[in-house]
RNA sequence: GUCCCCUUCGUCUAGCCCGGUCAGGACACCGCCCUUUCACGGCGGCGACACCGGUUCAAAUCCGGUAGGGGACGCCA
């Protein structure tokens, strides 16, 4: 184990979306690229809004991505005593102090201070006040200097600084008492000795608070590495409207974590011209280093692209264990008869871009067709169709052909034997073996669904074609 | 308003630190090929250094400014 101590901390006030998860995988690589520790850390300070649904959807999403923490989860409300004596002792040593303004008095005052044009940080009224109110509840604020500057050398974005006049007194505790996020931060990655924290950008302006906390604690200050945001295709910050954002919504909109997590790593980092990582690749590869700065659109056709690649080169053992529920869903039990999963995804997997199309594609195989695609069928005339229902079941009946490469051959045959050319027979028989013109190849679908089925469906497709004169 | 950050094809990005490349790759899009439908695949095309100055023989690359975008300014995280 190296020294290099990660954490992600997520706020349980809804599902993990596809930003935080991207945070998540950059830590975990780091950690595991390093041999490192990667913690995970519950931020619930918030009592209001953080929920224990939230919690257990943010696991969920965090196994399915296949980020495994190595301590965890810690819960910041269990740490509510401890940091309460950390706000003691600031108060002790005159670092913080107690502020008796309540929140109408602020408010106001910032709103004056916008009006005015000027920067609405806290006015200092209770900094400096040597009478104490007694019987009047109060907030805990941290005495920040206010001559200088604080700076810190961020490994993506390089040395930022702040002018220390531009921040004022950062409530640490609320008048209820508990403590606020921006304090329980510091506190714990200095308990848990992170030695490197990788968040959001939109935390950099919190930072230079931090690092005042950590030098008013005595702590080592972390390494800090802010990764830029990820927008929505109109360049705002994404949400909702810009489509899913929850990672268990890709999941069940058959994508495959692999393909998630290789986009996600490809957004925003890079190595060289590479766009297809495995996750040992990715590990090895990983280097904060070249992350970019700048914040970057999600695109959903890139992963869509990625999620065909997974699902093509992917182990059709593995994909039908995964294509399953999203076949029962459509009422099918593969299990419960028809050909083998597996065989039937093999000949799906260059053919389907998630798991719904697969599974969408993959019906016909479990459900004998009761419709035929009207369009395909009206180019051909009935007799020709019937002819040629009537060759293929005669050849099938007698042929001893079993794979694809076999049956194509005996269909080559039957066009050289009746003078037809190749779609004359295929669209015809593509048909009347999945309903529709748009399936596998000829051969695949019938080593597939096995001689026998394949007999019924002609015979089914004959009479059908027979019947409407 | 104030502070902080960002800016290469429509999108993700390489190149920038250590100036000299026809500014490279990928997704998307378009075309052609393959073909038993649909796909896969192969080949090709379209397409960018935000702008203005400066330094230099030479600037995407170094310096300054402008514009645009994002973020923060909470008893949220």
Redesign the pocket.
């Given at each position: 184990m190296s020294a290099i101590r990660v954490r992600f901390a997520p706020?349980p006030t809804g599902y993990l979306h596809v930003g935080g998860a991207r945070t998540a995988l950059f830590n975990w690589l780091l950690a595991r690229k390093t041999g490192g520790t990667f913690i995970l850390r519950i931020?619930d300070?918030?009592v209001e809004?953080s929920t224990q649904e939230s919690v257990d959807a943010i696991l969920q999403g965090m196994e399915w991505l296949g980020l495994d923490w190595d301590e965890g989860p810690f819960f910041q409300s269990s740490n509510f005593p401890l940091y309460k004596q950390y706000v003691q002792q600031l108060l002790d040593d005159g670092k913080a102090y107690r502020c008796y303004?309540?929140?109408e008095e602020?408010d106001a005052k910032?709103e004056q201070a916008?009006k005015e044009?000027?920067?609405?940080?806290y006015d200092g009224t209770c900094r400096d006040r040597d009478t104490a109110p007694v019987d009047r509840?109060f907030?805990v604020r941290f005495r920040a200097p206010h001559e200088g500057a604080t700076s810190f050398d961020d490994q993506i974005?390089?040395v930022?600084?702040?002018?220390n006049e531009?921040l004022d007194d950062l409530?640490i505790q609320?008048?209820?008492g508990t403590p606020?996020?921006?304090f329980c931060v510091v506190i714990d990655d200095a308990i848990m000795k992170i030695t490197t924290v990788i968040r959001g950008?939109?935390?950099?302006?919190?930072t230079p608070r931090q690092v005042q906390l950590y030098e008013a604690l005595g702590f080592p200050v972390p390494q800090f590495a802010h990764v830029p945001?990820i927008?929505g295709s109109d360049?705002?910050?994404l949400s909702k409207r810009h489509g899913a954002t929850s990672v268990i919504a890709y999941r069940d909109m058959g994508f495959l974590p692999e393909a998630l997590t290789n986009y996600l790593v490809?957004?925003?980092w890079?190595h060289?011209?590479d766009?297809i990582f495995s996750r040992e690749e990715m590990v090895a590869k990983f280097d904060i280093a070249?992350v970019?700065?700048?914040?970057?659109?999600f695109?959903p056709?890139?992963l869509?692209?990625l999620n065909?690649h997974y699902i093509?080169t992917g182990d059709p053992q593995r994909l039908a264990e995964l294509l399953t529920p999203f076949l029962k869903e459509r009422g099918v039990d593969p299990a419960a008869g028809g050909p083998a999963l597996a065989s039937a995804i093999t000949t799906l997997q260059?053919?389907a871009r998630t798991m719904i199309e697969m599974a969408d594609a993959a019906l016909f195989y479990y459900i004998a067709p009761v419709t035929y695609d009207e369009a395909g069928m009206a180019k051909f005339g009935q007799e020709h169709l019937l002819a040629v229902y009537s060759a293929v079941i005669t050849k099938l009946a007698t042929s001893t052909a079993a794979t694809a490469a076999e049956y194509?051959l005996l269909?080559k045959e039957i066009c050289t034997e009746q003078s037809w050319k190749?779609?004359q027979v295929?669209?015809p028989v593509?048909i009347a073996l999945s309903g529709s013109?748009?399936?596998?190849?000829?051969?695949e679908i019938i080593a597939t669904l096995g001689r026998e089925e394949t007999l019924q469906r002609m015979e089914d497709a004959r009479r059908f074609v027979a019947g409407r004169s």
């Open positions: 706020s931020e300070t918030d809004r303004c309540t929140v602020l910032r916008m044009g000027r920067k609405p940080k509840p907030v974005k390089g930022i600084s702040f002018p531009e409530i609320r008048s209820d606020t996020y921006n950008d939109d935390h950099v302006n919190n945001m927008l360049k705002a910050r490809r957004l925003g890079s060289g011209d766009e070249n970019g700065r700048s914040a970057s659109v695109s056709d890139k869509l692209w065909a093509k260059e053919r194509d269909f190749m779609p295929g669209q593509r013109t748009q399936a596998p190849g000829i051969g």
